[in-house]
């Protein structure tokens, strides 16, 4: 260590017969350095035409000590040996120092790691409803004087009372004359309809002009939806209309009439069951008409009132459902009639 160098010049040739001490390199004994030396002489003669990289630079600035020392006498070579170690000793520290901050940049420079992207997505929408929210009219704003006095003025009010007067109360809306609610009512105001046409019929056919009193002659029939009337007879039927002026003979003209289906011929309402029933009371009958007396035809199940004896073969009877139920009147011979049941007493 003491002896660094040891050089041997040869005109324009040198050699080196002992390796220089360099940190973390050993370079062999008795190499020649020929091609260096031209290249440190080259690079003494010669500038640099553009500016030169780091490393490069080092390499350069190591090629000039290296000349410097080379240039100096024999005596001074081994002071500029030492220094030239000291340099080179401190290189490796520097150059471990450049690669930590390299290494330091780099890992700077690393790639970000990926975001996942319904994270990502996320955040948009948060950050975007804050902005949304942020951009609302009046939100968790404090009001302005304008609408203080707005928000003071609707407080202050007061419910008013108002009077209505009598006429207005006691009126009623109308529905263009039309007030059925319910199916029952809608199924009553259907059989006012049809009690409307069937009277207008009855009127139509004269029989009040003939002497008709029969009381419900606008009444619905059976197949018609209407039921019994208040002798127990079906409404319009021959055996109703009969029953009726039997009552009206004996002085019975309302409620509760003195003959009904139940007391006048309970073995049956039908026509054709009333000469049973008469039987079965002991009441007359006779093959002799007599006014308001009942003229049976048995089997045509059909029964009328005798109004008139014209003669003693023939006479007038009133009836209803001859034609389907409409009163009328007709001469008949007595012999047409099966049998004339008398008034019961």
């Not at 990289?53 to 030492?82: E, M, T």
């Not at 968790?140 to 009372?161: H, I, K, N, W």
């Not at 008469?278 to 093959?287: E, M, N, Q, R």
């Amino acid at each position: 260590m003491d002896d660094l160098f040891n050089f041997e010049l040869s005109g324009s040739e040198v050699k080196s017969t002992q390796s220089i001490p360099i940190v973390g390199a050993n370079v062999p004994a008795e190499q020649p350095t020929t091609r260096r030396a031209a290249r440190l002489a080259h690079a003494a003669s010669s500038e640099p035409a553009a500016p030169l990289s780091s490393r490069r630079a080092r390499g350069v600035a190591k090629a000039a000590n290296r000349r410097r020392v080379l240039s100096r006498p024999a005596g001074d070579r081994k002071a500029a040996a030492r220094a030239l170690r000291d340099a080179g000793a401190s290189q490796p520290a520097s150059r471990k120092l450049r690669r930590s901050e390299d290494a330091l940049v780099h890992s700077s420079m690393a790639k970000t790691p990926r975001k996942n992207p319904i994270s990502v997505l996320a955040t948009m929408t948060v950050v975007g409803g804050l902005f949304a929210v942020a951009a609302l009219p009046a939100y968790a704003m404090v009001p302005t004087q304008a609408e203080q006095a707005e928000l003071t003025m609707a407080s202050d009010v007061r419910p008013q009372s108002i009077v209505v007067g009598a006429n207005v109360i006691a009126a009623t809306a109308t529905r263009d004359g039309y007030q059925a609610t319910t199916p029952a009512q809608l199924a009553s105001r259907s059989r006012d309809k049809l009690r409307a046409a069937n009277w207008a019929t009855y009127l139509a056919s004269g029989a009040r002009e003939m002497g008709d009193d029969y009381p419900w002659p606008s009444e619905l029939r059976s197949f018609q939806g209407g039921g019994l009337s208040p002798l127990n007879y079906y409404y319009r039927e021959c055996v109703d209309f009969v029953a009726w002026r039997i009552n009206r003979d004996q002085g019975s003209y309302a409620e509760p009439f003195k003959w009904v289906w139940s007391n006048m011929t309970p073995l049956g309402g039908s026509a054709s069951q009333w000469k049973a029933s008469w039987d079965a009371k002991g009441w007359p009958s006779s093959k002799t008409p007599i006014v308001g007396s009942v003229a049976w035809f048995g089997s045509a199940n059909h029964v009328a009132y005798v109004k008139t004896v014209v003669d003693a073969d023939h006479v007038l009877i009133e009836e209803y459902n001859r034609n389907p139920g409409a009163y009328g009147q007709r001469v008949i011979p007595v012999s047409d009639v099966t049998l004339f049941l008398y008034p019961p007493s």
